[in-house]
């Protein structure tokens, strides 16, 4: 981005200076660098503890009370908290890398993204209900593989045919103004919102996991529902289609180049637009295919756009914006935060885990301002 | 382009309309229009203060708007949600600006190193963190919000009293932040926007002054936050959520947000068309489709969009952007001279000379979009 990287030079000129003066204040550059290593320093010990603490501390009687024990006491809860983090982190990879994949090839922050989820929930509620001829009660003994594989498919197809809609009527030709772009993208999420809430209500829907999923299993003397390994099994699906796709294909690799160098893309007589399009598609895809596993998961309703686009954002911000990697990375300490939180932080505090987020965000922040896997560029 | 008298004398006439337009216009235009469009105003003011002056478009400051009610409604409300001290209405001012400065300090720290769209990203994300941060925390408030939170006993039962403080802090506030933009601090500001690099070679400190006008912005949308809860005497954290935070980013660039003046022409454009749309002669009688999906009364969200949308394809400098472009034309078209001609060539670092600081910026940003760090095509 190119507004960016003068900072990016401001950055090393600014901390490789010899020495420090400012008011009182003297720093040498033995003492600066001192002072560099501080928010590393700080992120290994506040990553040192939660794992002390979940490992050995947490305890449910004692003075912490928190609601699940520690993991020396309690393997059980301790599984199915981390299964409960992968799950989740796995919807948020498939939600958030394609966030990440419009935005490292085409510098389009699409603020549409959680509008896109949303929509296609929706659809996919909508498609399902015709499918099975109910409209409410839908029980998943009524729901077959194909009943919720057609509806998922179908809704993503729509949602990523108006996200190219919407790249080709109004951002194809302002293509580089980013922020321009992003605000373009906020109007569409507004009115997408608003004309969601006319259409679909302001009652939440869920979308009914088919039957073959739709039971626990035994681990550690725990019960654990099967739905949520069978989400994780299609964002496994889906993260090794997206790798194969960018690393193994001809596509993927003029994606990646366009990531590095767009104008030497365009010099070798690569048609950029079409590449553009196709990606601006899967972006959208993703968010759909998200979109009907999050309506399965935890239901559709009015705000969950808005959820969504703060989870991709979270995500990419950790993880750093463009990178699928860092979105994997992202989703990965994102969901266990999510996770782990409210088990294993004390009674009284547990509605305190929103903090936790961003203390996860100012501590990457400080000590990699790019995220996990960004590039300065 | 205006010229930079023209500009002060079209600001003392505006100003000395709102003076008297309480002896002419409605109760309820004053209170429900007029009073909303200064404090809304003051509030997006510091958006576009942060874009234009710093090249940093922030979505933290509705937050810190709706942080500074909760802070009045904590330390004031004696019954309810939160805190309850109970103490004297007044006391409530210093505590939200501090509360207020403070938050704006850290955030702006913490995305000091970022600009454009980061910045943009990472301020959004604080203020929806904020918004499940006054939902959960029920120690300050929780989903169900606080009420009955009383102004202190001289703007109690006032709405008129309470226009005028509104009226003297929009006042303040656009004074304030053209004269900061032409103290030394104001101009290094304006050089970290243009050309982060350079300033650093300088000696300046790029991330120090971004956090530091982060922090004063942060304390005037604090103070327009005070006046707002006293006006509405309740805040629950589903008025800081995503939704009226993309609302007061909407203000700003309808307004057009390079220009301070656009905030406030904003804010009024946007209550207006809450307000007295449907009362459009003609646009009532429409019917079918368009009646039930884009004019219906609870669909206003759909028609800002529509409004942001085409604002932001056809004039991304907003409605103040359009208006300095017609007058441009007319002034063209009848031939006069340019007092200001001579400064056409100005580039943005010169635009950061004292004497003229701020009217070229406005201008250098009209005519060279490529200086223009908000809104900017790539070079």
């Given at each position: 981005m190119v507004t960016d990287s003068p900072t990016d030079v401001a950055e090393t000129s600014t901390t490789d200076v010899a020495e420090i003066k400012f008011g009182a204040l003297h720093l040498n550059s033995m003492q600066l660098r001192m002072l560099r290593v501080i928010p590393t320093w700080i992120a290994g010990i506040l990553i040192g503890f939660a794992v002390v603490w979940v490992l050995f501390l947490a305890d449910r009687s004692f003075t912490t009370a928190t609601s699940a024990g520690s993991a020396i006491a309690e393997p059980g809860e301790f599984i199915v908290?981390?299964?409960?983090?992968?799950?989740?982190?796995?919807?948020?990879?498939?939600?958030?890398?394609?966030?990440?994949?419009?935005?490292?090839?085409?510098?389009?922050?699409?603020?549409?993204?959680?509008?896109?989820?949303?929509?296609?929930?929706?659809?996919?509620?909508?498609?399902?209900?015709?499918?099975?001829?109910?409209?409410?009660?839908?029980?998943?003994?009524?729901?077959?593989?194909?009943?919720?594989?057609?509806?998922?498919?179908?809704?993503?197809?729509?949602?990523?045919?108006?996200?190219?809609?919407?790249?080709?009527?109004?951002?194809?030709?302002?293509?580089?103004?980013?922020?321009?772009?992003?605000?373009?993208?906020?109007?569409?999420?507004?009115?997408?919102?608003?004309?969601?809430?006319?259409?679909?209500?302001?009652?939440?829907?869920?979308?009914?996991?088919?039957?073959?999923?739709?039971?626990?299993?035994?681990?550690?003397?725990?019960?654990?529902?099967?739905?949520?390994?069978?989400?994780?099994?299609?964002?496994?699906?889906?993260?090794?289609?997206?790798?194969?796709?960018?690393?193994?294909?001809?596509?993927?690799?003029?994606?990646?180049?366009?990531?590095?160098?767009?104008?030497?893309?365009?010099?070798?007589?690569?048609?950029?637009?079409?590449?553009?399009a196709v990606a601006f598609f899967v972006g959208s895809f993703l968010a759909g295919l998200g979109g009907a596993m999050g309506a399965s998961f935890a239901g559709a309703n009015v705000g969950t756009d808005g959820q969504w686009l703060l989870n991709s954002l979270v995500v990419v911000i950790i993880g750093g914006l463009g990178s699928v990697k860092g979105a994997a990375a992202g989703s990965l300490l994102y969901g266990m935060s999510i996770a782990f939180a409210p088990a294993y932080l004390p009674l009284d505090y547990t509605y305190y885990s929103i903090i936790l987020t961003f203390v996860i965000l100012a501590v990457v922040l400080a000590v990699r301002p790019y995220g996990l896997f960004g590039r300065a560029e | 382009m205006m010229v930079q008298g023209q500009r002060n004398v079209m600001a003392i006439v505006i100003v000395v309309m709102l003076i008297v337009m309480p002896s002419f216009g409605s109760d309820f235009f004053v209170d429900f229009v007029m009073t909303r469009t200064l404090m809304l105003g003051v509030a997006a003011a510091t958006i576009v203060f942060l874009s234009a002056y710093g090249g940093m478009v922030s979505l933290a400051q509705w937050l810190i708007f709706g942080v500074a009610g909760f802070a009045v409604g904590n330390v004031v409300a004696d019954s309810g949600r939160g805190l309850t001290l109970g103490w004297e209405p007044w006391v409530g001012v210093p505590v939200a600006l501090v509360v207020c400065s403070l938050l704006a300090l850290l955030l702006g720290v913490l995305s000091s190193r970022s600009t454009g769209i980061y910045f943009l990203m990472l301020t959004l994300t604080f203020s929806v963190i904020g918004f499940y941060f006054f939902g959960q925390v029920t120690t300050f408030s929780g989903f169900g919000g606080m009420t009955g939170i009383d102004p202190p006993a001289f703007f109690d039962g006032e709405p008129k009293r309470l226009y005028y403080?509104?009226?003297?802090?929009?006042?303040?506030?656009?004074?304030?932040?053209?004269?900061?933009?032409?103290?030394?601090?104001?101009?290094?500001?304006?050089?970290?926007?243009?050309?982060?690099?350079?300033?650093?070679?300088?000696?300046?400190?790029?991330?120090?002054?971004?956090?530091?006008?982060?922090?004063?912005?942060?304390?005037?949308?604090?103070?327009?936050?005070?006046?707002?809860?006293?006006?509405?005497?309740?805040?629950?954290?589903?008025?800081?959520?995503?939704?009226?935070?993309?609302?007061?980013?909407?203000?700003?660039?309808?307004?057009?947000?390079?220009?301070?003046?656009?905030?406030?022409?904003?804010?009024?454009?946007?209550?207006?068309?809450n307000i007295y749309l449907r009362d459009i002669p003609g646009l009532g009688s429409i019917g079918g489709f368009v009646e039930d999906r884009i004019l219906a009364e609870d669909r206003f969200n759909t028609v800002v969009g529509l409004l942001l949308l085409i604002i932001m394809l056809g004039s991304p400098d907003g409605v103040t952007g359009l208006i300095i472009r017609l007058s441009d034309a007319v002034r063209r078209r009848f031939g006069r001279s340019r007092p200001d001609a001579a400064r056409l060539g100005a580039t943005a670092v010169d635009s950061s000379e004292p004497s003229d600081a701020d009217g070229s910026v406005t201008a250098d940003r009209d005519r060279s979009p490529h200086q223009n760090q908000a809104i900017s095509p790539r070079p």
């Amino acid at each position: 981005m190119v507004t960016d990287s003068p900072t990016d030079v401001a950055e090393t000129s600014t901390t490789d200076v010899a020495e420090i003066k400012f008011g009182a204040l003297h720093l040498n550059s033995m003492q600066l660098r001192m002072l560099r290593v501080i928010p590393t320093w700080i992120a290994g010990i506040l990553i040192g503890f939660a794992v002390v603490w979940v490992l050995f501390l947490a305890d449910r009687s004692f003075t912490t009370a928190t609601s699940a024990g520690s993991a020396i006491a309690e393997p059980g809860e301790f599984i199915v908290t981390f299964l409960n983090g992968l799950t989740l982190a796995g919807l948020l990879f498939v939600v958030a890398s394609g966030f990440t994949l419009i935005f490292g090839l085409m510098r389009t922050v699409n603020m549409a993204h959680g509008a896109f989820f949303l929509l296609a929930a929706y659809i996919a509620i909508e498609i399902q209900q015709n499918m099975v001829g109910k409209t409410r009660n839908i029980d998943p003994s009524d729901v077959s593989p194909l009943d919720w594989f057609v509806p998922a498919l179908v809704a993503a197809t729509i949602v990523a045919t108006l996200g190219v809609l919407m790249q080709q009527l109004f951002l194809r030709w302002n293509q580089g103004q980013d922020m321009r772009q992003a605000i373009i993208t906020v109007a569409v999420a507004v009115i997408l919102a608003d004309q969601m809430l006319v259409e679909f209500g302001a009652l939440a829907q869920t979308m009914v996991w088919p039957e073959q999923v739709v039971h626990f299993f035994e681990i550690f003397g725990e019960r654990y529902a099967t739905s949520r390994l069978f989400m994780l099994g299609i964002s496994l699906v889906v993260g090794a289609a997206l790798w194969i796709w960018l690393n193994r294909t001809r596509m993927g690799m003029v994606i990646r180049a366009g990531v590095d160098d767009q104008d030497m893309v365009r010099a070798l007589g690569i048609n950029v637009a079409v590449v553009f399009a196709v990606a601006f598609f899967v972006g959208s895809f993703l968010a759909g295919l998200g979109g009907a596993m999050g309506a399965s998961f935890a239901g559709a309703n009015v705000g969950t756009d808005g959820q969504w686009l703060l989870n991709s954002l979270v995500v990419v911000i950790i993880g750093g914006l463009g990178s699928v990697k860092g979105a994997a990375a992202g989703s990965l300490l994102y969901g266990m935060s999510i996770a782990f939180a409210p088990a294993y932080l004390p009674l009284d505090y547990t509605y305190y885990s929103i903090i936790l987020t961003f203390v996860i965000l100012a501590v990457v922040l400080a000590v990699r301002p790019y995220g996990l896997f960004g590039r300065a560029e | 382009m205006m010229v930079q008298g023209q500009r002060n004398v079209m600001a003392i006439v505006i100003v000395v309309m709102l003076i008297v337009m309480p002896s002419f216009g409605s109760d309820f235009f004053v209170d429900f229009v007029m009073t909303r469009t200064l404090m809304l105003g003051v509030a997006a003011a510091t958006i576009v203060f942060l874009s234009a002056y710093g090249g940093m478009v922030s979505l933290a400051q509705w937050l810190i708007f709706g942080v500074a009610g909760f802070a009045v409604g904590n330390v004031v409300a004696d019954s309810g949600r939160g805190l309850t001290l109970g103490w004297e209405p007044w006391v409530g001012v210093p505590v939200a600006l501090v509360v207020c400065s403070l938050l704006a300090l850290l955030l702006g720290v913490l995305s000091s190193r970022s600009t454009g769209i980061y910045f943009l990203m990472l301020t959004l994300t604080f203020s929806v963190i904020g918004f499940y941060f006054f939902g959960q925390v029920t120690t300050f408030s929780g989903f169900g919000g606080m009420t009955g939170i009383d102004p202190p006993a001289f703007f109690d039962g006032e709405p008129k009293r309470l226009y005028y403080a509104a009226l003297i802090l929009s006042v303040l506030t656009y004074a304030g932040f053209r004269a900061v933009s032409r103290t030394p601090f104001g101009v290094a500001l304006q050089g970290v926007r243009d050309d982060p690099v350079r300033m650093a070679s300088l000696g300046y400190n790029v991330q120090l002054h971004r956090a530091l006008a982060f922090t004063m912005a942060g304390f005037v949308a604090g103070a327009a936050g005070v006046l707002n809860i006293w006006w509405n005497g309740q805040i629950d954290p589903s008025s800081i959520s995503i939704s009226p935070t993309l609302d007061l980013l909407i203000i700003a660039v309808i307004g057009g947000i390079v220009h301070l003046e656009g905030a406030w022409l904003g804010a009024f454009i946007f209550l207006g068309a809450n307000i007295y749309l449907r009362d459009i002669p003609g646009l009532g009688s429409i019917g079918g489709f368009v009646e039930d999906r884009i004019l219906a009364e609870d669909r206003f969200n759909t028609v800002v969009g529509l409004l942001l949308l085409i604002i932001m394809l056809g004039s991304p400098d907003g409605v103040t952007g359009l208006i300095i472009r017609l007058s441009d034309a007319v002034r063209r078209r009848f031939g006069r001279s340019r007092p200001d001609a001579a400064r056409l060539g100005a580039t943005a670092v010169d635009s950061s000379e004292p004497s003229d600081a701020d009217g070229s910026v406005t201008a250098d940003r009209d005519r060279s979009p490529h200086q223009n760090q908000a809104i900017s095509p790539r070079p």
